[in-house]
């Protein structure tokens, strides 16, 4: 079965520190999600992707973070200068897309980062 | 906006005992309801979905039904299991390819 990947699954560093993620999701998924998880709270999106193009990145914080999908298909988020607010699971999610939906999203089992 | 409430937790539970977990709503237009579970060091997965009112979801032996005038989508299983042991989350969206609007989860607990 067609997973969506993430790497690493886990990463400490340090404050002020310049921090990346990569999500690779199901082949022929056009949609791709970024979600922040706190601890203790439900995912918040980041962004939203469909194909190479930034559908909603309302909630992104665009002074430290960004988030590319270049060719339309993996993807990366990135956190320069890390602060410790971000300590938090990222988790990547992909979708079918078209208006017979809402598709199905299948996450990736996330990215647990740790700023010290 | 769009926002979900759960019911506070966490919950434990003998095995084979009944669960309910609640969750309501709140959203602009014609939302479709979701239950994702997280078991400990896994990404969400979907448990099941509703799209429209007075449809209900169903896996795994577990149900819930949208409910549009109590604007409610609660978890129910009539026997729960040890492996049931997971993070539960409620989740809505409003449109066919929109984000996800998430509750803030609740921790179940089965002992054998």
């Known amino acids: 079965e067609a997973e969506v990947a993430q790497s690493p699954r886990y990463k400490i560093t340090e404050k002020s520190q310049a921090v990346a993620f990569w999500c690779d999701p199901i082949?022929?998924?056009?949609?791709l999600y970024w979600y922040r998880q706190i601890l203790g709270q439900g995912p918040e999106l980041l962004v939203q992707?469909?194909?190479?193009?930034?559908?909603?990145d309302s909630q992104l914080p665009k002074d430290r973070f960004s988030a590319e999908r270049l060719k339309g298909v993996d993807s990366t988020l990135k956190i320069q200068p890390a602060e410790l607010g971000d300590s938090a699971m990222y988790l990547c999610?992909?979708?079918?897309?078209?208006?017979?939906?809402?598709?199905?999203?299948?996450f990736g089992p996330g990215t647990r980062l740790t700023v010290t | 906006g769009n926002s979900v409430t759960q019911m506070e937790g966490p919950v434990t539970l003998s095995e084979e005992a009944f669960l309910t977990i609640n969750c309501t709503y709140t959203a602009t237009g014609y939302p479709s309801l979701f239950w994702y579970v997280q078991y400990p060091g896994e990404g969400l997965q979907l448990l099941l979905k509703?799209?429209?009112?007075?449809d209900k979801g169903s896996n795994k032996g577990f149900e819930a039904t949208y409910r549009k005038e109590t604007t409610s989508f609660h978890l129910e299983k009539g026997s729960v299991q040890v492996s049931d042991s997971a993070v539960y989350f409620c989740?809505?969206?409003?449109?066919?390819?929109?984000?996800?609007?998430f509750g803030k989860g609740i921790t179940l607990s089965v002992r054998p």
């Open positions: 992707f469909q194909d190479e193009s930034v559908v909603d």
């Open positions: 989740a809505l969206r409003t449109g066919a390819n929109s984000k996800l609007t």
């Open positions: 082949s022929g998924h056009a949609t």
């Open positions: 999610a992909s979708s079918l897309v078209g208006l017979a939906g809402p598709y199905e999203q299948y």
């Open positions: 509703a799209t429209k009112a007075d």
